[in-house]
């Protein structure tokens, strides 16, 4: 079981809605303590996130109309598995259609939970270098309303500090990937 799991015992499957990206559920659980209740539970393939940084140093992030916080938000360029896919294919996919860039040098930098408290989607980060413009990148999806920006990592930790909205995965991601930025 990956990143320390203690599975529940399922008492009784209440809710079950299957969406396009996710799935939701609403379960009676007896946790490992024996505490019994209803759990709300949004259940997750994961992401993958990249963490590009040009041959000049400058990170490539893209800023992006999430319609759930009816805004647009800073953040690396990332994506949704798809089924029994490799998070590094996910990425590699993802850092091409969102920026027009290709990496030749990857790294991982590590996983981590988004949001445990109400789902087990974990991110998958890691450090794409060497970075390459395409000559023709491929086609976003049709939902997707993309602005790529370039800052240095100075510029990003300030515009974070200073409460530019930047999402928690972009945040977590760039302190992880610190160490490895001149």
Not at 75 to 103: C, K, M, W
Not at 111 to 127: K, V
Request: glycine share 6%; charged share 30%; aromatic share 10%.
């Amino acid at each position: 079981m990956p990143l320390g799991r203690e599975l529940p015992q399922l008492l009784k499957q209440r809710l079950f809605h299957k969406g396009r990206k996710f799935d939701f559920e609403v379960n009676r659980l007896r946790l490992p303590n024996k505490s019994e209740g209803e759990w709300e539970c949004i259940r997750h393939p994961g992401g993958a996130l990249a963490v590009p940084v040009t041959p000049e140093g400058k990170l490539v992030l893209v800023r992006q109309y999430r319609f759930a916080v009816q805004g647009r938000i800073l953040e690396f360029p990332a994506g949704t598995l798809e089924h029994n896919e490799d998070p590094l294919e996910t990425v590699q996919r993802e850092i091409q259609e969102e920026t027009g860039y290709s990496a030749q040098k990857w790294h991982k930098l590590g996983e981590f939970f988004l949001a445990p408290g109400y789902s087990d989607e974990i991110i998958y980060a890691f450090l794409a270098q060497d970075l390459e413009k395409l000559e023709t990148p491929p086609a976003q999806d049709a939902d997707e309303d993309i602005e790529t920006v370039l800052l240095t990592p100075e510029e990003l930790e300030k515009a974070i500090l200073e409460g530019e909205p930047v999402d928690a995965k972009s945040i977590s991601s760039f302190f992880l990937a610190r160490p490895f930025l001149v």
